[in-house]
């Protein structure tokens, strides 16, 4: 009859719908999961706060009822769309470890900021979706208290590997994770299943044994945390442990043999910039407030600030073995930033001897 309102689509047709929809927006993992967390992950989140393992991420527990419940972040959720964005590299990241007078910056972090790209093709799907079935609709991208992996985990999208990072048959450990809350009743894909098996690669391959056993991290001692997240001196029986490796550490991710499978990214924005694939320590810590700001805008590497940035790069400076580079290191001794007199001494007695 003219004018009928059309009828709604059966919840697996709009299921269909919503992943090709997300597939043709530029992801590359889509699952579906209902809008809660089983008793293993809410334990473990909850063990791992208890034995003050998040270091300095207060906000992790300032909020952990909410990451633990889906529902207690917006008690209207009832599913929960789980999306997936390559970032495969083209190299083994590892590949600057040969090469001691350069900087290893992570994968993710060699270009553009990524929460930016996923949040735009997030509101988009969002608007899409809501415009399409007028339910409610809230989307996260790493930025809210969402038990990413877990989700990801029971939307099938992969399974959270002994390194606790996502592992995905077809992506390895590469993937970018984002969540849609929605307020519809969407049926749940398999959870994904672990697949592991008797491989430790990614244990022995994490340079400041950060994993206290198996799918167990202690954030306190891993080489991400302690160069993005934590504001002080990175404790002085670590920064030999550390090398080179001057913003996050990809180790443990690229050992993971399920990689094989990963085609590397042709997104644009997770390309390396030329000036990042293996920048010279001497120049980075040599970087003031200004320099680093012009050097790094657009990038996820701003939000640490310059002084925590040169840290780094001296910590990897005392690393390198090489007298040479001695004099950086000592013109930064008498700095303005704790931080940055702090490393520049060790740095500088370092390469004294």
Known sequence: MAGAEPKPLDPAALRARIRDKALSLGFDAVGFAPAALGPEARERLAAFLAEGR???MGWM?????????PQALWPEARSVIALGTSYAPHDDPRRLLDHPDRGIVSVYARNRDYHDLIKGRLKTLGHWLHHQTKAGVKVFVDT?????????ERAGLGWQGKHTNLVSRDHGSWLFLSEIYTTLELPADEAGRDRCGSCARCQTACPTDAFPA????????????????HKGPIPDDLKPLMGNRIYGCDDCLAACPW????KPTREAAFLPRAELTAPRLADLAQLDDSGFRQVFSGSPIKRIGR???VRNALVGLGNSGMPRLRPVADALVEDPSDLVRDSARWASDRLRG
């Open 54 to 56: 998040h270091g300095d």
């Open 61 to 69: 527990a300032d909020r952990a009822d909410q990451r633990s419940h």
């Open 144 to 152: 809210a208290p969402v038990l990413e992996k877990p989700l990801a």
């Open 214 to 229: 198996p799918y167990q991290l202690d954030a306190r001692r891993c080489v991400s945390y302690l160069t993005i997240e």
């Open 259 to 262: 990689n094989k499978f990963a």
């Open 307 to 309: 002084d925590r940035f």
